[in-house]
Nanobody, 115 residues
Framework: QVQLVESGGGLVQAGGSLRLSCAAS????????MGWFRQAPGKEREFVAA????????NYADSVKGRFTVFRDNAKNTVYLQMNSLKPEDTGIYYC????????WGQGTQVTVSS
C-alpha cells in the first residue's frame, strides 16, 4: 500500500512559478514511475508529466514541455513538479499517482494562475 500527499499548490500570477511536492509512504515508492496529472474545472483529468522509478526517464505533455520539470528524491520518498512560466490554462487540481497502473492517487492540490 502506498499513500501519497501533495502540497505546494496556491495562487500565482501568470508568468510565476510553483513547486509541487508529492510525499509517499510505503516501501514500494521507488519501484514505480510517478506521474502528475491535473484536472481543470469542467474538464477531464489529463496527464502532465511522469518520471521513471530511477529518475532517468521523464515524459511531459506537450502543453507543459519546456516549462515544467519533474524530478524525484527516492531517499526522501518525494517527487516534485517545478512549474515555471505558469499560464491561466495551467489552473486546476494537481494529483500525483503511482503503482503498476497508477493505482494509487493523492488527494490533489489546487493550483490557480491568475491573468
Amino acid at each position: 500500500q502506498v499513500q501519497l500527499v501533495e502540497s505546494g499548490g496556491g495562487l500565482v500570477q501568470a508568468g510565476g512559478s510553483l513547486r509541487l511536492s508529492c510525499a509517499a509512504s510505503g516501501r514500494t515508492f521507488n519501484r514505480y514511475a510517478m506521474g502528475w496529472f491535473r484536472q481543470a474545472p469542467g474538464k477531464e483529468r489529463e496527464f502532465v508529466a511522469a518520471i521513471s522509478w530511477s529518475g532517468g526517464t521523464t515524459n511531459y505533455a506537450d502543453s507543459v514541455k519546456g516549462r515544467f520539470t519533474v524530478f524525484r528524491d527516492n531517499a526522501k520518498n518525494t517527487v516534485y513538479l517545478q512549474m515555471n512560466s505558469l499560464k491561466p490554462e495551467d489552473t486546476g487540481i494537481y494529483y500525483c499517482a503511482t503503482g503498476p497502473e497508477y493505482d494509487y492517487w493523492g488527494q490533489g492540490t489546487q493550483v490557480t494562475v491568475s491573468s
